[in-house]
Every structure is written in structure tokens, then in C-alpha cells.
């Protein structure tokens, strides 16, 4: 299967091979504005750029499998969009930039979309997607950071394979948004889309040294996407810059009738004249930062723990005040609800959202979870059974649907975030709190908080390692500001050497 898709790689690429090579524009590294600025100036089209991600998945992936499947319209689509642009007609701010997105996000097109599993090869969308170059892989029916086994080996699916780490081969990877994290990571396409449940963008982000916005719960549709728990689920752009992730998080943010009561009620928090006005070089000046006890106990002496207290330093010479060993009340009930009750609520959510999308498709295989479950005991070789199990599966089919209990842990961890995160933010009047990597997760995830991953460094071993500023409800203006002013200032991150 997997050499299969590469070898239809090659073919596309070596069919229009030639085409790509005189122009002056720097590919490698290429941001948005610069693309931008290539089309505008004539030295790139979107058809070279197309040629470019192509060969690099071709040459990568067999390594790093983060792209599960090429679209074999995606010349054709660039072509179009070179065509438009030439008569003057843009569509939009990423008019013909090459995408890849998660392969949790349908379009409708010639790509499949199959959260990994071979179970849901050929489903067909009934609604209309996005220009795009690709699907990325995922760990299969893992949007739970362990997986759907009980075991956790991140990054693996039916269909995908073993997903790499491109900084350090044999590091550890985390889900589920691991292909489009290593994709953008390594220059396999221009901007990537990832989704979370609860640290499915933040946590392979941080690891691949890549820019992750976890977006407020509701700025952007959740419709057409292969669900988990619509309490949670949010999509959210992966890039290698703070301004490319803007430009993404910009152009998928908004009302969408087919997830109506999420999208409308965060409406509210977009911006007049949108996000990019807050790329703002002096973003820290004034900010109010606080830093949650129990978050940074490094080692002294460790290269994470010298290198956080250099970027607490640069945050305060940029005019922010960083208030450290602020105290979360109720810290260990988040922590403790995380292993309990939380399983109980996400699973029941799980088997409802799920049994939804796949009866809403206008063609599947499988239409209920149970259909699932079934298709990977027929096929336990290529599922893994063995290997992985379908716990998760097996847990969320047996559950009757979000009743009292459900609803009572729901409350719960409402008033566990309600009475944390909240609560210190509020009555310390912050603009974010400030985590290693995406260590925030159980503060935010509950009730759609935002947050953004910045690359911070990398360890004795050469692992990336991130910050994250994470806040309210509808705090993304002021996220963005910390996050790129930050980036600016550090410029931290290089790209990835294959170290084995
Ligand atoms: C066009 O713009 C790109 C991106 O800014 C730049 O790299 C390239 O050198 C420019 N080329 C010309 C001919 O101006
Ligand atoms: C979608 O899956 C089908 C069935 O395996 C396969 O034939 C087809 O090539 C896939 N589509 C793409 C774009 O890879
Ligand atoms: C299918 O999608 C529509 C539109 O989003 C929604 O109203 C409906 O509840 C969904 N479910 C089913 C089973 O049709
Ligand atoms: C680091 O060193 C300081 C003294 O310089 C000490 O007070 C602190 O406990 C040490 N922290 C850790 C995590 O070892
Ligand atoms: C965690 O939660 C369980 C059940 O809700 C409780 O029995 C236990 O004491 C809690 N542990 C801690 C460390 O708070
Ligand atoms: C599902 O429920 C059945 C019947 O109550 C039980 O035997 C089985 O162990 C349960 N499975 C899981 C994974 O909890």
C-alpha cells in the first residue's frame, strides 16, 4: 500500500519533472509572504511551488511517513490557480499555496479520508473542501494522546505507517496531528491544518520544532472533519513561522451553517480586519504573563532549564511583566480527572459524534462505530489488532450516550477550568500563562481554551523543545502578539538534520 502511494508520487512528479527548475525564488524555508511575493513578482507560480512539495514527499516520506496520500489533482489545481491569477482573480490570501491537511479532514475531491484506517478508505463527503496538496498521517482513532492502544506507539496507522520524528529519528512522537507537524517540519508542504481533541496540535508541534495554534473551540468548523468530542474538537493551522500559522488561522476562522451553534457563538471573537495586524514586533510590551507553579521544574543545569530562563529574561527586556509561581488551586483534581472520569465523558462523546459523521457520508463502508470495530477484527494483519487492540473502540461502543454520569463529569471538569485557569488568569488580570511545551493542555482543553506552541530550543539530544501561551476564550489577538514578538526575538528554530 504505502510504496504503492510513493511510487504514484514519483509518477505525478516525474510526469511534469522540468518544469520546476529556473526560477530565483528560495524555496527551501519559504513562508507565505514570500510566496506571496513570488507570485506577485512573477518568480514563482503555484505549479513550481506543487513540484517542489512534491518531490520533497517523494524523497521524505519513505523515511519520515507523514503524508499518507498525494493529490493527484494538486498540478492541476496549481495550474488553475496560476491561470486565475494571471487574469487578476485571487480568491484569497492563500490563493495557490500548497496545504496539507490532517487526514481527519474531509474534502471533496479524489483524496480519501480515513483518520488512518483502512476501515473508511473510499467514504465520500456529501460537502465541498479546500484546494489541497495532500492528507497527512495520523495515529490511527488516536486524537487521546495514548493512542487507540493501551500501549501508546505514536504516529502509526493502517494506511500511513510509522510516523519519524525528521529532528531525531528514534525520538519519541506524540499525536494525533503528527504527519502535518513533521510535514511542516520538513519542508514537505507550504502550511499544514491540524486538529485536537487535547493536545493533538500542541503536543506534535512542540516536538518538531513548529509553530501550533490551537484555536478557541468553535472559531473554526468543525464540519466535514472525523469527530472525537465536538466539546473539544477544534482545527487548527501547524507552520514553521508564528506569521504563516496567522495567515492559515485567518483564512479558516468564521461562521459555517454545518457546525452552526459552535461557529456562531465564537464568532464573536474575530477580530475586526482579522489577525495579522497582531504580527506585532513589540507584542510583549505590556503583556501580563503569568507562570503556574509546578510547570518548569527542570533540573538545574539542563539545557531546558537554562534556555526557559534565558526566554523569561528576553520576555521581560521586551516590556512584559512574567509573574512567576503563581498557584492553581485545584491543580491535582485537573490532573487527577484526566486518568478518571475524563475517559468515561470523551468515549461516550466519541461513539455519538462518530456514528453522526459516518451516517451523514454520502458513501462509506463502514457507517457505525461497531461497523468499524468489526472490520478490524476481519482484518487484524493490517489493523495491528494484535499489536495496538482497539480499546478505545471497544470502551466508546459500549457506552448508551452522554447520560446523568457523563453529564456530571462534564460539569466537573467545566468547574475544574472554570476554577483554575480562569480564575488565576482572572485574578491576576493576565493576558496568558506560560508552559513548556504543551504541558497546558489539561488547563485549556476542557472548555476550548486557546493556545500557541513556540519552538524554544532543543535538548542535550537535539529533540525540539517549545513554549506555549495559552488564555481565554477568544484570546488569540493577544496570543499571537506574545508568540511572534517572542519568535522574533529568539529565533529559535532551524530545520531538521535527520540525526539517527
Ligand atoms: C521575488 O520575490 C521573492 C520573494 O520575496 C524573492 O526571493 C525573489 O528574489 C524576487 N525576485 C525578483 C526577480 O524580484
Ligand atoms: C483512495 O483510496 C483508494 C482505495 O484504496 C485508492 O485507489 C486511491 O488511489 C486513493 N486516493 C488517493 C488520492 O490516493
Ligand atoms: C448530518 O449533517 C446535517 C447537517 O450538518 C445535520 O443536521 C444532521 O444532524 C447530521 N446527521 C445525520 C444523521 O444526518
Ligand atoms: C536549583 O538550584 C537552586 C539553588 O541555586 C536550588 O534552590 C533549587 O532547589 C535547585 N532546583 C532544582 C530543581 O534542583
Ligand atoms: C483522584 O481521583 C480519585 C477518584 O476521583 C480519588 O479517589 C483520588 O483520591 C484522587 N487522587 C488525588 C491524588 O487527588
Ligand atoms: C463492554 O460491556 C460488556 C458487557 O457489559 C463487557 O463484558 C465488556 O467487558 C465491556 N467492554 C469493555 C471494553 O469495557
Not at 36 to 57: C, E, M, P, R, W
Not at 325 to 346: Q, V
Not at 467 to 473: A, D, P, T, V
Request: glycine share 8%; hydrophobic share 40%.
Amino acid at each position: 500500500m504505502a510504496d504503492l502511494r510513493v511510487l504514484l508520487a514519483v509518477a505525478v512528479f516525474a510526469l511534469a519533472a522540468g518544469a520546476s527548475c529556473s526560477f530565483s525564488f528560495e524555496f527551501e524555508e519559504a513562508t507565505i509572504d514570500s510566496i506571496q511575493a513570488g507570485f506577485k513578482n512573477g518568480s514563482l507560480t503555484s505549479t513550481a511551488l506543487v513540484h517542489y512539495y512534491l518531490d520533497k514527499i517523494t524523497r521524505l516520506n519513505p523515511l519520515l511517513h507523514a503524508v499518507i496520500e498525494v493529490n493527484p489533482d494538486a498540478l492541476r489545481q496549481a495550474a488553475r490557480a496560476d491561470a486565475e491569477r494571471s487574469t487578476g482573480h485571487r480568491r484569497g490570501a492563500l490563493h495557490g499555496v500548497p496545504v496539507l491537511i490532517k487526514d481527519l479532514i474531509a474534502t471533496r475531491d479524489r483524496l480519501n479520508t480515513t483518520a488512518g484506517s483502512l476501515a473508511l478508505l473510499g467514504s465520500v463527503l456529501r460537502h465541498a473542501g479546500a484546494v489541497v496538496l495532500g492528507k497527512a498521517n495520523l495515529p490511527e482513532w488516536a486524537n487521546f494522546r495514548s493512542a487507540r492502544s493501551t500501549g501508546g506507539l505514536h504516529g502509526w496507522s493502517a494506511r500511513g505507517g510509522q510516523s519519524r520524528d525528521p529532528y531525531v529519528l528514534s525520538a519519541n512522537l506524540c499525536g494525533s496531528s503528527t504527519g502535518s507537524s513533521i510535514a511542516a517540519a520538513a519542508n514537505m508542504a507550504a502550511a499544514t491544518l491540524g486538529t485536537e481533541t487535547m493536545d493533538s496540535i500542541l503536543c506534535p508541534a512542540s516536538l518538531n520544532s513548529v509553530v501550533g495554534i490551537k484555536p478557541t473551540v468553535g472559531l473554526t468548523s468543525r464540519s466535514g472533519v472525523i469527530p472525537f468530542s465536538s466539546r473539544q474538537d477544534t482545527i487548527g493551522p501547524i507552520c514553521r513561522t508564528v506569521a504563516d500559522a496567522v495567515h492559515v488561522l485567518e483564512a479558516i476562522v468564521g461562521y459555517d451553517a454545518l457546525d452552526a451553534a459552535a461557529t456562531k457563538s465564537a464568532s464573536k471573537y474575530i477580530p475586526k480586519g482579522g489577525y495579522k495586524q497582531f504580527l506585532r514586533i513589540d507584542g510583549l510590551s505590556g503583556k501580563r504573563i503569568g507562570i503556574p507553579n509546578g510547570f518548569f521544574d527542570f533540573a538545574n543545569g539542563t539545557v531546558r532549564r537554562i534556555v526557559y530562563t534565558q526566554h523569561v529574561s528576553t520576555m521581560r527586556q521586551h516590556g512584559a511583566t512574567v509573574i512567576e509561581n503563581l498557584k492553581i488551586e485545584n491543580l491535582n483534581g485537573i490532573l487527577n480527572i484526566t486518568r478518571g472520569g475524563l475517559l468515561t465523558a470523551l468515549t461516550a462523546e466519541f461513539k455519538f459524534n462518530l456514528n453522526n459523521y459516518l451516517s451523514n457520508l454520502s458513501y462509506s463502508p463502514v457507517r457505525s462505530l461497531s461497523e468499524i470495530i468489526a472490520f478490524n477484527n476481519a482484518h487484524p494483519t493490517e489493523e495491528k489488532l494484535k499489536e495496538f487492540g482497539q480499546q478505545v473502540l471497544l470502551l466508546s461502543e459500549n457506552t448508551t450516550g452522554i447520560g446523568p454520569e457523563e453529564k456530571a463529569i462534564i460539569r466537573q471538569l467545566e468547574e475544574l477550568s472554570e476554577n483554575g485557569i480562569v480564575k488565576l488568569m482572572t485574578e491576576h488580570h493576565l493576558d496568558a500563562i506560560l508552559t513548556p511545551d504543551s504541558d497546558a493542555t489539561p488547563l485549556i482543553a476542557y472548555i476550548g481554551l486557546p493556545g500557541i506552541v513556540v519552538p524554544a530550543g532543543y535538548d542535550e539530544q537535539g529533540v525540539p523543545f517549545s513554549i506555549s501561551y495559552s488564555g481565554l476564550k477568544g484570546y488569540e489577538p493577544r496570543l499571537i502578539e506574545m508568540a511572534y514578538a517572542f519568535e522574533q526575538a529568539t529565533k529559535v528554530r532551524k530545520p531538521p538534520t535527520f540525526k539517527t
